[in-house]
């Protein structure tokens, strides 16, 4: 969320008011919608930016054109390049003033999805209206609502965006560690006095989390990842708040980072990837 938050913030300051002049698609398998085509963007003049979960959006005209970046998309505004680009490149939008606003997948996955909608159908597409609320600002109350029913554990809760919209793997470890709260933790099994935790520590790491995205953006379009961070990627470094060695717990595409003395009692989850390489 604070990374694509301050990006959208810094698009909208750039693009609002500026008119596209043409939009290409060079991977057709990034564009999930047909009608309207891409191309009907031209001409039209952008609005707005936003960013709700983890789509980014482009109000131009009649039209919304909405991306999720997934893992490895990036959104780059340049000035104008001539010939075609580097097999990275999803789709341009070519903008009044000589700018290009380009869709990259640093990957050949080929994850990211960028759909272009009617604006009045916008907020009723699936990806829309199937996303939990945003996390900032939401009361201990609506944590629980979210995530309490259907059960299941907190770090995995915690990345479901139909529960709580916009925290990835890394803001989940984030939250979790600064709430001092166990990853495994069953969310329908949690006291009540856990919600104002979570609720307090999601706004805390969120907001400098965006404090520090904005200043970075600011400067520097486009969106770089680096992320200061006290427990995601810092296994086997000592937690900042005791000292423990930081655990960590590997999936197929998800690192789990803790600190079993603050979060878990001591309790240190086993790690399959790790004893299936010792064998
Ligand atoms: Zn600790």
């Known amino acids: 969320m604070p990374e694509l938050q301050a ?8 693009l609002s008011g500026r008119r596209v002049e043409s939009a290409t698609v060079w991977q057709p398998a990034t564009l999930k919608s047909t009608d309207p085509a891409l191309s009907d963007l031209a001409g039209e003049k952008v609005e707005r930016v936003w960013r709700r979960g983890k789509l980014v959006g482009i109000d131009a005209g009649d039209l919304s054109l909405v991306m ?6 990036r959104l780059g505004l340049t000035r104008r390049k001539t010939g075609r680009p580097g097999k990275a490149a999803c789709l341009d939008l070519n903008v009044e003033g000589g700018l290009l606003l380009r869709l990259r997948e640093l990957s050949t996955e080929r994850r990211a999805k ?15 209206a199937t996303l939990g609320p945003e996390p900032v600002g939401l009361v201990p109350g609506g944590w629980q609502a979210g995530l309490a029913s259907p059960a299941a554990r907190l770090h995995t809760a915690l990345r479901d965006g139909h529960r709580v919209a916009g925290i990835g793997r890394c803001y989940a470890n984030e939250i979790m560690w600064a709430a001092q709260m166990a ?3 069953r969310t329908d099994r949690l006291p009540e006095e856990a919600w104002p935790r979570l609720a307090a520590a999601a706004d805390a790491v969120l907001t400098q989390a965006l404090e520090r995205a904005r200043e970075r953006i600011s400067t520097d379009l486009p969106n770089k990842e680096r992320r200061v961070t006290a427990v995601h990627g810092h296994y086997g470094e000592p937690c900042l708040r005791c000292g423990t060695t930081l655990a960590r717990v590997s999936f197929v595409d998800y690192e789990l980072a803790y600190c079993p003395s603050c979060q878990t009692d001591g309790k240190v989850y086993a790690d399959r990837r790790m004893s299936r390489l010792l064998k």
């Open 7 to 14: 990006l959208a913030e810094g698009l909208d300051r750039v």
């Open 183 to 185: 990853p495994y933790a």
């Open 114 to 128: 960028a759909h272009v909608l009617e604006r009045t159908a916008t907020a009723e597409h699936p990806m829309l």
């Open 68 to 73: 999720h970046l997934m893992q490895a998309g």
